[in-house]
C-alpha cells in the first residue's frame, strides 16, 4: 500500500534557528503534498499546497516566508520552520495524494515540533 | 465553499457494541469523494473507509460501514462490535473533482471505547 515517510518524528529546537521536515512517499509518486498543521485536540489545519516543480499555494495567514516548502521531486517535499519560535510549537503533519482520483490521502506519521 | 460539520466532539461505547459518529458536508459539486480517517494516540491518521458519491451502495470495510445519504448530505460511520484498539479521533472529510484536490476535515470526534 501507499506509504508516506516523515522525519524527524520529533524535535527540539532553540528559537531562532531553522528546523527542516521530510516528507516521503515511497512506494507512489505524489504530484501533490500537503502540509497541515493540528493544534492538542483539534482538526488539521491546511497550511499550504506543494505541487512538484511548482511554487507552493499557502493557506492565507500562513507566513510563506516563515513556513518554506519545497517539492523538488516526484517523492520528497521539505517544511522548513525559519526562525522558529516557541509558538511555532505544534505537530505539524504530511499528506501526499497519489495520482489515481479519490484515493484519498496518505499521511505522514508526523512531527512533533518544540520551541525552546 | 465546503464544509463539513462532526456535531459530536465526544462519544464513548461499550467494548462490542456498535456506535454511530455524524458527519453533514455541504457542497455544490455532483462528483466527490467521502473519507472518514482515524487518528489513535499515536496521532498517525489512517483511513477508514471511503465513498465515492457516484455509489449509491454504501461502502464497507469488515466492522466500519457508513450510511451515505447524498440528497441529505450526510455520511455517518457505524462501528460495529467496538474494540478497545477503536478509541481515537475520527475525522469526516471531503474532497471535491473540481476543489483542486484539497480535503475539507470536519472537526472531529473523539472516540473512547469503555472496557
Known amino acids: 500500500g501507499a506509504v508516506v515517510s516523515q522525519h524527524p518524528s520529533r524535535v527540539i529546537c532553540k528559537s531562532g534557528t531553522s528546523v527542516k521536515i521530510e516528507c516521503r512517499s515511497l512506494d507512489f509518486q505524489a504530484t501533490t503534498m500537503f502540509w497541515y498543521r493540528q493544534f492538542p485536540k483539534q482538526s488539521l489545519m491546511l497550511m499550504a499546497t506543494s505541487n512538484e516543480g511548482s511554487k507552493a499555494t499557502y493557506e492565507q495567514g500562513v507566513e510563506k516566508d516563515k513556513f518554506l516548502i519545497n517539492h523538488a521531486s516526484l517523492t520528497l517535499s521539505t517544511l522548513t520552520v525559519t526562525s522558529a519560535h516557541p509558538e511555532d510549537s505544534s505537530f505539524y503533519i504530511c499528506?501526499?495524494?497519489?495520482?489515481?482520483?479519490?484515493?484519498?490521502?496518505?499521511f505522514g506519521s508526523g512531527t512533533r515540533l518544540t520551541v525552546v | 465553499a465546503q464544509t463539513v460539520t462532526q456535531s459530536q466532539p465526544e462519544m464513548s461505547v461499550q467494548e462490542a457494541e456498535t456506535v454511530t459518529l455524524s458527519c453533514t458536508y455541504d457542497?455544490?459539486?455532483?462528483?466527490?469523494?467521502l473519507f472518514w480517517y482515524k487518528q489513535p494516540p499515536s496521532r498517525q491518521m489512517i483511513l477508514v473507509i471511503r465513498q465515492e458519491a457516484y455509489k449509491q451502495q454504501n461502502a464497507t470495510e469488515n466492522r466500519f460501514s457508513v450510511n451515505f445519504q447524498k440528497a441529505a448530505k450526510s455520511f455517518s460511520l457505524k462501528i460495529s462490535d467496538s474494540q478497545l484498539g477503536d478509541t481515537a479521533m475520527y475525522f469526516c472529510?471531503?474532497?471535491?473533482?473540481?476543489?483542486?484536490?484539497?480535503?475539507?476535515f470536519g472537526t472531529g470526534t473523539s472516540l473512547t471505547v469503555i472496557p
Open positions: 457542497t455544490s459539486e455532483n462528483n466527490y469523494y
Open positions: 499528506s501526499a495524494l497519489r495520482t489515481e482520483r479519490g484515493s484519498g490521502y496518505t
Open positions: 472529510a471531503f474532497m471535491g473533482t473540481n476543489t483542486g484536490n484539497q480535503f475539507y
